[in-house]
């Protein structure tokens, strides 16, 4: 695993989570800002005026990447811009260096949700048997959850106080003050009841259909089937998944 400086340190202030999260924009948790919401303003304004100035620099922290290998060179590449307000999901097979997008998140056309709850815990589980650095639940969850659902197969009260476990250990003690919740996720990845049905063929790839009358949209690129023309990179996913049970289940 490759974690830039920068974002180790940001995992423990509450302004990196509300932009990442977008509760500055709105979205679950702003209601729990206070004071941040105008630190937020204050950077905003300033990279504004630096902008203005003409020095040719809006601000912004460069694009973040950080890659998880759960085994065997099989990877996720999570690209993350905290200011930018754009965070894309991508995957890796070994020996690739171009990663093959799964699904992004910003305010505007987001397609974040790439994996299912089990996968995803499948994949920080892998990750934490071979980083010390990545306990489960913990960073890695962290991060990533914002790119995986719940559905009413899941066990969604279980999925949430994981992720509340895996945000809370990034709390830094005796912070009080806007941090993010397993509910503020829940809120944003809960599909029951919405009309998501999933469908599985003999190889195993898995994918979903919404159908009408939906109260919110399920925004994925996984809703075609394996061979469909620009679709979703299943046979790699199905790879990585394999992968992360080897290591999960090696001795």
Same mark, same amino acid.
């Not at 999933?198 to 195993?204: I, N, Y």
């Given at each position: 695993? #490759? ?6 340190? #940001?995992?423990?202030?509450?302004? $990196? ?20 919401? *105008? ?24 694009? +973040?990447?950080?890659?998880?290998? /759960? ?35 910003? &305010? ?5 949700? %790439?994996? !299912?709850?089990?996968?995803? @815990?499948?994949? &920080?589980?892998?990750?934490?048997? !071979? ?14 959850? !914002? ?7 899941? *066990? ?10 895996? $945000? %809370? #250990? ?29 469908? !599985? ?10 159908? +009408?009358? @939906?109260?919110? *949209?399920?925004?994925?690129?996984? /809703? ?21 049970? %080897? ?5």
């Amino acid at each position: 695993m #490759s974690m830039p400086a920068p974002l180790t340190a #940001s995992l423990h202030d509450p302004v $990196f989570w509300a932009r990442y999260l977008f509760a500055h924009e709105g979205w679950p948790g702003s209601e729990r800002l206070g004071d941040l919401a *105008d630190v937020i303003d204050e950077q905003d304004d300033l990279a504004d005026e630096d902008h203005d100035g003409g020095e040719g620099d809006d601000g912004s922290e460069p694009e +973040l990447t950080v890659v998880f290998d /759960v085994g065997g060179g099989h990877r996720l590449a999570l690209e993350l811009s905290p200011v930018l307000g754009s965070h894309s999901l991508g995957i890796l097979s070994p020996g690739e260096a171009e990663a093959v997008e799964l699904g992004w998140d910003d &305010c505007a056309h987001w397609h974040p949700y %790439a994996l !299912r709850w089990s996968e995803l @815990e499948l994949v &920080c589980r892998a990750l934490a048997a !071979r980083d010390a650095e990545l306990p489960h639940p913990g960073p890695a969850l962290a991060l990533l959850c !914002r790119f995986a659902a719940v559905f009413e197969d899941d *066990d969604v009260s279980g999925a949430m106080a994981t992720v509340e476990a895996a $945000f %809370a #250990s990034l709390r830094p003690d005796g912070w009080t003050g806007y941090w993010p919740s397993g509910a503020d996720w829940l809120d944003r990845s809960d599909f029951r009841g919405q009309n998501v049905t999933w469908h !599985r063929d003999e190889a195993g790839y898995r994918w979903a259909a919404q159908g +009408l009358d @939906e109260e919110r *949209d399920f925004y994925s690129t996984r /809703v075609t089937p394996p061979g469909t023309d620009q679709g979703f990179p299943h046979e790699r996913l199905h790879a990585l998944l394999a992968a992360a049970q %080897a290591t999960t289940t090696a001795p």
